[in-house]
């Protein structure tokens, strides 16, 4: 092994610049044969490093220490609303902040006692931005520096994507000249974050990848149990347990007990964790099997995920790669875990401050189809049952990605849902009308299932979610009609009160089609 001091300086094949600040550069020239052996043998283990070092000494008292919300005054309200213009979250706040804060420990208390294979992979760990705040990128970086053992990572890419912003150019290539394993890559042209992702997998040198958004904060101990899961088998794909850091105070919140699922418009969905994956675990601290992951924050084996074709290329900017990683991991003969022993905050946002060149939601649907398409068999006639509108708009080429699966030898979407999925309910498609339910008695409120079991009334908000409804093709003797407090629904002999009178939004003929 020898060690070159230096820059390093690469043109990717789009023509992007790699620029790497001056450190320390590993360079393997020879490997020995029967290497790989030894060290299993030998490699013993070590506790969690619970790794939380500084650049300067934390102040008390500061505004968000100890992941403590911060409440803005009256007086700075222009500011606050110049920094939501700006970021989609609460800027402002963010700049009060530490970029170096300390965050409350969400972990079960056994995390803290886990041992890890001295020999653990090195990681790859890739960020993507476009447009990012400063402090919350910054920050990022801090956290990722400040509370990994240093020996596990191999690099940290940051991949600017074709950031217009001027502080995010020199200023940023200045500030991060002061970490040596960081690297800049920048792209000429706007990728999304799907691309942008491959770009940076195709320059990373480590045995893993780790993909973290750029607004999120490592909570200590987060990498050696990724590292481990993977370590155990490279067919695990691993995602750390997502605390939430709130968009407006910056507050941050251990998460509890979730893993990710979604629903049949193809929309991730957070969801309790079923009884009989309860019963499997051991204890608090056994990974999570997770029909899917939010796709922001995850791990993989860098062979596997090229085993696996990455992501699908025809996807663009942003939306459903994290379903289709999900889909075809399973499927193909791996796994997706959620760590307990491993967090990292999330700032989670409503929108982006950034544009889609054909618009979010067309883009969006658009990978959904291409998703569906490739992997969901026959039970993509339930998402376009949902999106009738789909029906006919064009998702591109997608021969590949099908030939793709065959090579892979993968299991049906059946298998999936009755092997990895089997609470999600298969909808009923015989749908006569969908979405919005207005009652005609009383103008102006919605049929709305209240966060609850019990069906009531809500003023209208057009967002769907707890007021999206369907009815199907069916007879009864009794109407639905609003309640004598006029909140709750109840069934009643059918009269023509005007309260038993709804109107749905989309209404649809025998043949499925929109009327």
């Known amino acids: 092994m020898s060690i070159t001091e230096g820059v390093a300086v690469i043109a990717d094949k789009s023509g992007g610049i790699v620029r790497a600040v001056p450190g320390n550069f590993e360079h393997n020239n020879n490997k020995t044969k029967g290497t790989d052996k030894v060290q299993v043998e030998n490699e013993g283990t070590h506790l969690v490093q619970n790794l939380d070092v500084t650049t300067m000494p934390r102040i008390r008292g500061q505004p968000g220490e100890n992941g403590a ?13 110049a920094g939501w213009d700006h970021a989609s979250f609460n800027e402002y706040v963010s700049d009060l902040i530490s970029v170096e804060r300390q965050i409350p420990d969400g972990r079960p208390k056994l995390c803290k006692t886990k041992e890890y294979s001295n020999r653990l992979p ?9 447009e990012e705040s400063w402090s919350t990128l910054i920050r990022t970086v801090h956290s990722i520096i400040n509370r990994s053992p240093p020996e596990l990572v191999k690099e940290i890419i940051l991949v600017d994507d074709f950031s217009s912003r001027e502080y995010l150019k020199e200023n940023l290539d200045k500030y991060m000249e002061k970490f040596p394993k960081v690297t800049i890559l920048r792209l000429p042209k706007r990728e999304g974050l799907i691309r942008a992702r491959l770009r940076g997998t195709e320059i990373s040198q480590g045995d893993v ?33 997502i605390d939430g850091i709130d968009s407006n105070t910056f507050g941050y919140t251990p998460s509890t007990g979730v893993r990710g699922g979604f629903a049949w418009e193809m929309t991730f ?4 964790i079923p009884p009989y994956e309860l019963t499997r675990r ?3 601290t056994w990974p999570i099997r997770s029909p899917t992951i939010a796709g922001g924050l995850f791990a993989i084996n860098k062979d596997f995920f090229y085993e696996l074709g990455t992501y699908d290329p025809g ?49 969006f649907m658009r990978n959904n189809m291409r998703v569906a ?35 892979l030898q993968c299991h049906d979407f059946k298998w999936y849902l009755d092997n990895i999925y089997p609470e999600l309910q298969i909808p009923e498609l015989n749908i006569q009308a969908r979405g919005e339910v207005r009652n005609m008695g009383r103008v102006g409120f919605c049929m709305d299932s209240m966060a609850g079991s019990v069906l009531g009334m809500f003023p209208c908000h057009g967002h769907g979610q707890n007021q999206d409804r369907e009815i199907v093709d069916s007879s009864s003797e009794k109407c639905l009609d609003i309640g004598y407090n006029y909140k709750f629904l109840q069934l009643r002999p059918c009269s023509s009160n005007p309260t038993q009178k709804w109107k749905w939004n989309v209404y649809f003929d025998r043949e499925g089609k929109a009327i």
Not at 122 to 130: G, L, R
């Open 315 to 363: 996807l663009e900017i942003w939306g459903s790669e994290n379903l289709e990683l999900s889909f075809k991991v399973w499927m193909c003969g791996g796994s997706l875990e959620i760590l307990p022993c491993s967090h990292v905050g999330h700032v989670f946002r409503a929108s982006q401050p950034y544009k889609f060149p054909m618009g979010n939601i067309k883009t």
């Open 373 to 407: 398409e490739v992997w969901m068999d026959d039970y993509k006639d339930i998402f376009y049952a949902m999106r009738p509108e789909l029906k006919g708009e064009d998702f591109g080429d997608i021969s590949d990605r099908v030939k793709l699966r065959q090579n």
């Open 282 to 284: 051991k204890d608090a």
């Open 122 to 130: 090195k990681a790859s760990i890739i960020v993507c931005f476009t």
């Open 69 to 81: 919300p911060v409440r803005t005054r009256e007086a700075d309200a222009a500011k606050v609303k």
């Open 209 to 241: 990848i780790v993909f973290l958004d750029s607004h999120i904060e490592c909570n200590v101990g987060w990498l050696e149990p990724l590292l481990q899961r993977i370590k155990d088998d490279k067919k695990n794909v691993v995602a750390p347990s």
């Open 269 to 272: 969905k957070w969801k309790p």
